[in-house]
């Protein structure tokens, strides 16, 4: 199974050009990240908002449940709304970090270091929100 | 209950006229929900950012798919969108409400000042914005600018592109910037998309919207980018610049889950709805109403900045 050697792309270190079919391929599997995440997305917002209807809650009760990733696994077994609209908004918001994450990995296997380096710069910055959202009070 | 079906509806609306119009949602849905269900600007403003990933996300993965959109050319630039996004997101929370209810109400009237002069210009090739793309009917309105990017010929005789400003093998650099141009296309002054770039993420994280009513020139105006990939690519980015700056919203409690459920929903049905019968509808009486209540619009936010 593994006797096929893997065609590695490293041709010239100062490649322009990059390779078609490894771009088209790349595409594709970005393509897919982008409509199945936001499928799924959808899905659990739209079950929420099932359940919303059910309970009778108001969009303009000014309470609502804060985001709490530890809870929100309880919150789905216990059919509460909440629940499936915090994964739903949460995967809504970390499908385009996937499609970079997956970006990052086609690029690494092309051998394109530019184009890594802007994956990697795009996450930092999607981290360093997290870190600076996370921590800075508010 | 009732409210929450209204706010699903709205966002149908939202997201019905923004697919016919070619515009993002999220100019329709801060006001709709600040100026109609009387939410706080910045609540909203969260809102519409996961709204906006939604539609533009799907709309990317599907002209992705067409071979539209540059990922090449739309990575590189969204790094500087999301930087842009995360610095927006963090002065959002400074900024007074009135100024943020103030700087909106500009981009309302410059979005119907845009949607003018296009009408004016040219009746019959709308330019979607983040719209989402429909199954067949994007295709030809394009075509008739762009048949660059056109991945099949349209018809006899049009699959040779008669112009492309600039040859890539004349003007490609060789370098990094030469490796983001596309077919029959040379991306140019990639520093002056560095900047529009960091400005339209400060724009997308403080009021809300996809940004693609910058982005889109940019690429297109002054970037050399063909307008159908620019629309492609400007869908592309959004994603990450709105998430860059949703993330901001969403650990400080910006975003309300019974709000956005409904509004995400229905602009995700109304978006894709707007885009199935796009090519059945006239949008040209559609637009002069549209510019019509984008004006109302931003006179009410104005009036909102003014106290």
């Known amino acids: ?138 | 209950m009732t409210v929450a079906l209204l706010m699903a509806a709205g966002g149908i609306a939202a997201g019905a006229f923004g697919s016919l119009l070619g515009l993002g949602g999220g100019v329709l849905i801060v006001p709709l929900l600040t100026l109609g269900f009387g939410l706080p600007l910045r609540e909203a403003v969260g809102v519409s950012l996961v709204s906006v990933i939604v539609t533009s996300s799907a709309a990317a993965g599907v002209y992705l798919e067409r071979h539209v959109a540059n990922l090449r050319l739309g990575m590189s630039l969204e790094l500087f969108t999301a930087i842009g996004a995360l610095v927006g997101g963090l002065v959002a929370f400074l900024l007074p409400e009135r100024v943020v209810a103030g700087l909106f109400a500009l981009l309302l009237a410059y979005t119907a000042a845009t949607m003018t002069r296009r009408a004016l210009a040219r009746p019959e090739a709308p330019t979607p914005v983040t719209a989402m793309p429909s199954p067949a009917a994007d295709a030809p309105a394009a075509a008739a600018t762009d048949a660059v990017a056109a991945e099949s010929p349209t018809g006899p005789g049009a699959a040779v592109p008669a112009e492309s400003p600039a040859d890539p093998a004349q003007t490609a650099d060789g370098g990094f910037v030469g490796s983001l141009s596309g077919p029959g296309y040379a991306v140019r002054r990639y520093p002056f998309g560095i900047l529009g770039s960091l400005f339209a993420g400060l724009v997308s994280a403080i009021l809300g919207v996809g940004g693609g009513i910058v982005k889109v020139p940019l690429m297109n105006l002054g970037m050399g980018v063909p307008l159908r990939v620019a629309t492609a690519t400007s869908n592309l980015m959004i994603g990450i610049t709105a998430s860059a700056s949703a993330i901001v919203y969403l650990f400080r409690g910006g975003i309300d889950p019974y709000v956005a459920g409904p509004t995400a929903l229905g602009v995700f049905v109304g978006a894709a709805v707007g885009s199935r019968v796009s090519h059945r509808i006239d949008v040209r009486i559609l637009r002069v109403l549209f510019i019509v209540v984008l004006a109302y619009t931003a006179w009410q936010m104005a009036m909102k900045a003014l106290g």
Do not use: C, K, N
């Open chain 1, 1 to 138: 199974m593994s006797g096929v050697a893997r065609p590695e792309q490293r041709r010239s270190p100062a490649r322009t050009q990059p390779d078609a079919d490894a771009t088209r391929r790349l595409e594709l599997v970005v393509a897919h990240i982008l409509q199945w995440g936001i499928g799924v997305s959808v899905a659990l917002v739209a079950i929420g908002v099932a359940l919303m209807l059910i309970d009778g809650i108001s969009p303009l009760d000014p309470t609502f449940p804060p985001f709490d990733p530890r809870v929100v696994v309880a919150q789905m077994l216990a059919l509460e709304p909440a629940g499936f609209l915090w994964l739903g908004l949460a995967l809504t918001i970390a499908t385009p970090s996937v499609r970079v994450a997956a970006s990052l990995v086609g690029y690494l296997r092309q051998g394109d270091r530019r184009m890594v380096l802007v994956s990697l710069g795009i996450l930092a910055v999607i981290a360093l929100s997290i870190v600076i959202a996370g921590t800075g009070g508010g």
